[in-house]
């Protein structure tokens, strides 16, 4: 909770702050990784660097986060914390780095804005930071001793599965022959590699398969970047990654985790690649012998762009209350639609417990959908590849 005279400083300075967070976190990375250039190389990534996702969405949820002290003092933004936590243990955040981003975030800030930046003025905005970074750090520690306090880990490819044109499957298994724990349906890991310039890049990805067994898995899509730079890692892993190479994994995180009631109606919706994490909780469904109705939603390209389609299909098939709807751009033939995803005729029980994984343009039209039948918003659970310029701007 922000201090009476800090919370008015702010309040009278936001929309100052809020015009110019731009141009604040353009100057604040440019000054970090000029003090530590091997924080790009070896934790930022640097395709989100190159496109600018990753500016913004630092300045939307510093923006947020005030806001929400100002409208909301008596409770934190949890929602926003708890999926920033999340990213930054499956990257190894440590409390320290706080304070590399706090010296050149207020550089930044006192650059941009000038004299307008007053000793109260800098002492309620290093209020408003220091009550994000700790609350950060405090849910990060928790994240870190429930996953057993380990590191990332050095895991070997076992099997290499072409799924499409540009979607591969890896499963993996640790390298010194230790136990697989369990995961929680939904969540991601964070896979390091080291690329031929020698940076070592990390990236996110859902796994795919079951929880349980003796592997993990997880699929990676090529990215072709159009106007932005190529993925270099999912590249590099398409390219050189085979059986028997070793790669490096953290332990699972992420907080869009099946969480359904035995006999609760769910409805798994996504679009391209958002299918993986949607796999996971299907297969965990048909595991666990869901008894309620499961309701499965898909969009894409073409079916010979629908990566894993077969699971998608064999999972729902083991689940007698699931009704499955493909939609398909193109080629869809007679069993499935054309077009984009319309829930339009598609039942929506009371009480649906709805998962959402795709583009923003996506998810953004089945969410407003799925409210207009009746789901309650706090019944919507979604999950943005890459950072999540949406819960940064607000839904």
Same mark, same amino acid.
């Given at each position: 909770m922000l201090t009476e005279q800090s919370a008015a400083t702010v309040r009278a300075t936001l929309p100052a702050v809020g015009a110019a967070i731009g141009e604040i976190t353009e100057r604040f990375y440019a000054r970090l990784f +000029? =003090?530590? %250039?091997?924080?790009?190389?070896n934790l930022f990534n640097r395709g989100n660097q190159a496109a600018g996702t990753q500016k913004q969405a630092l300045a939307g949820s510093i923006a947020a986060f005030a806001t929400h002290?100002? +409208?909301?003092?008596? /409770?934190?933004?949890? &929602?926003?914390l708890g999926r920033i936590a999340h990213k930054h243990a499956s990257l190894?955040?440590?409390?320290? /780095? $706080?304070r590399v981003v706090h010296e050149h975030l207020f550089a930044a800030i006192a650059e941009v804005l000038g004299e307008a930046v007053t000793p109260e003025v800098a002492a309620a905005w290093d209020e408003v930071y220091w009550l994000m970074a700790n609350a950060l750090v405090a849910i990060e520690r928790r994240l870190y001793q429930e996953s057993g306090g380990l !590191?990332?880990?050095?895991?070997?490819?076992?099997?290499?599965?072409?799924?499409?044109? +540009?979607?591969?499957?890896?499963?993996?298994? %640790?390298?010194?022959?230790?136990?697989?724990a369990g995961f929680r349906a939904g969540q991601y890991v964070s896979v390091g590699v080291t690329l031929p310039d020698g940076a070592r890049q990390i990236r996110q990805y859902s796994l795919s398969g079951a %929880?349980? !067994?003796?592997?993990? /898995?997880?699929?990676?899509?090529?990215?072709?970047?159009?106007?932005?730079p190529d993925g270099e890692v999912s590249h590099h892993l398409h390219a050189r990654v085979r059986p028997g190479d070793v790669l490096e994994l953290s332990e699972p995180f992420g907080d869009l985790v099946l969480d359904a009631a035995p006999g609760a109606p769910v409805l798994l919706a996504s679009a391209g690649i958002g299918v993986t994490p949607m796999i996971a909780m299907l297969a965990d469904l048909a595991a666990t012998g869901h008894g309620g109705p499961v309701t499965v939603v898909h969009g894409d390209?073409? %079916?010979?762009?629908?990566?894993?389609? &077969?699971?998608h299909e064999t999972y729902a098939g083991k689940l007698p209350g699931a009704a499955?709807?493909?939609? $398909?751009?193109?080629?869809?033939?007679? +069993?499935?639609?054309? !077009?984009?995803?319309?829930?339009?005729?598609? =039942?929506?029980?009371? !009480?649906?417990? =709805? $998962?959402?994984?795709?583009?923003?343009?996506f998810m953004r039209a089945v969410r407003a959908q799925l409210i207009g039948k009746g789901v309650a918003p706090a019944d919507i659970h979604y999950e943005v590849f890459g950072p999540d310029l949406w819960l940064a701007r607000g839904r």
């Open positions: +000029d =003090a530590h %250039p091997e924080l790009l190389r002290l100002l +409208d909301h003092p008596e /409770q934190r933004p949890d &929602a926003m190894g955040v440590t409390p320290e /780095q $706080y !590191g990332p880990r050095a895991w070997e490819v076992v099997e290499r599965v072409e799924e499409t044109a +540009d979607v591969v499957t890896f499963r993996v298994r %640790p390298a010194d022959g230790s136990p697989v %929880p349980g !067994g003796n592997v993990r /898995q997880f699929s990676v899509k090529r990215v072709h970047g159009g106007t932005t390209r073409s %079916p010979a762009e629908h990566a894993l389609r &077969a699971d499955v709807h493909f939609f $398909y751009e193109r080629d869809a033939g007679p +069993d499935h639609r054309t !077009g984009l995803v319309d829930l339009a005729d598609i =039942a929506v029980r009371p !009480g649906t417990r =709805a $998962y959402l994984c795709g583009p923003l343009p």
